[in-house]
């Protein structure tokens, strides 16, 4: 395991979201996440904010915390846009920003612009399409693409280092697979959110690192990739204690995953958890899993000059 991080959703103002993203670097943890929603079924009627802004308040109230969407989706997101935000974001975290992106779901993201709804096979296409536009831009200085969903004329970006902006891709299903076999710096697992056991879910998890190696394999890269896999969402309870918490992660690293996310206690409903255990368990973890500078993430880290 090289990387612990922490999700914090995105419904804290100026001062208790900096409060909050500050504990976060001085904890210790190696990445922070949030989630990039329009808005949270869970939250209804209560404060919920753009993850970019978001992100742009961690970027100047911390110096180290690698931070990230936990995922943009081309719902509400045109590819273009959203690497022109992420761009902005790397530049003023000064390298520390990497962009998890998946499929999105259908619900009110989807529905809030008033599009048609979209058949699996559609929202795959799209997702191919968001993916590749944004993988062409980060890399390179002109960017053209024309697809059935997006496109992309001769987009102008100013290249302001030689690594291009780490790229995580969520995702289960083999559409979405492929395109992180192919494209991305990490795979970000989602596809158990709650529905099973502990023994089940991490039969879940070996399997979907099974079929990502096999996609790897097929295009003739290598195996080995890196990993997210977000515990809060899968696991009853991840901190109960530090042992507990020292299980999960430690599976986990046997499974193969690269670096594991605890979702932040809130006071209550979603992720509800009391901070004390929180920080006792996340800092009992990341001594025994510490990271050394390596992973998925890395390019993340280093600092521009």
Same mark, same amino acid.
């Given at each position: 395991m090289t990387g612990i991080g922490t999700l914090i959703l995105p419904e804290h103002g100026r001062r208790s979201g900096t409060a909050l993203w500050r504990d976060a670097e001085e904890l210790g943890f190696d990445h922070a996440w949030t989630y990039d929603h329009l808005t949270w079924p869970a939250l209804h009627g209560r404060p919920w904010y753009d993850a970019m802004g978001t992100l742009t308040m961690a970027a100047f109230c911390t110096e180290r915390l690698v931070l990230g969407t936990l995922v943009a989706t081309p719902n509400y997101r045109h590819p273009v846009l959203t690497a022109r935000e992420a761009l902005t974001l790397a530049e003023l975290s000064e390298g520390r920003f990497v962009l998890g992106i998946g499929a999105g779901a259908a619900g009110p993201d989807s529905a809030a612009t008033a599009g048609p709804e979209l058949a699996p096979a559609q929202r795959a296409t799209r997702f191919e399409e968001f993916a590749a536009i944004l993988?062409?831009? =980060? =890399? +390179?200085?002109?960017?053209?693409? +024309?697809?059935?969903?997006?496109?992309?004329?001769?987009?102008?970006?100013?290249?302001?280092?030689?690594?291009?902006?780490?790229?995580?891709?969520? &995702?289960? &299903?083999?559409?979405a697979m492929a395109v992180a076999a192919a494209r991305a710096d990490a795979w970000i697992a989602s596809g158990v959110p709650g529905q099973f056991g502990d023994e089940e879910a991490f039969g879940v998890l070996r399997r979907q690192l099974g079929r990502l190696r096999a996609a790897r394999e097929a295009i003739g890269r290598p195996a080995a990739m890196g990993a997210l896999v977000s515990l809060s969402r899968i696991f009853a309870d991840p901190y109960g204690s530090p042992e507990r918490l020292a299980d999960l992660v430690g599976r986990c690293a046997d499974l193969g995953f690269t670096d594991a996310v605890v979702a932040w206690p809130r006071a209550e409903g979603a992720f509800a958890g009391d901070r004390t255990a929180f920080e006792k368990a996340t800092s009992h973890v990341r001594a025994l899993f510490g990271h050394d500078g390596s992973g998925p993430f890395a390019g993340a880290r280093r600092i521009w000059g």
């Open positions: 993988d062409l831009i =980060r =890399r +390179q200085t002109v960017t053209s693409y +024309q697809g059935t969903h997006f496109s992309a004329h001769e987009v102008w970006t100013f290249r302001g280092r030689d690594d291009p902006i780490p790229l995580a891709v969520a &995702g289960t &299903g083999p559409r």
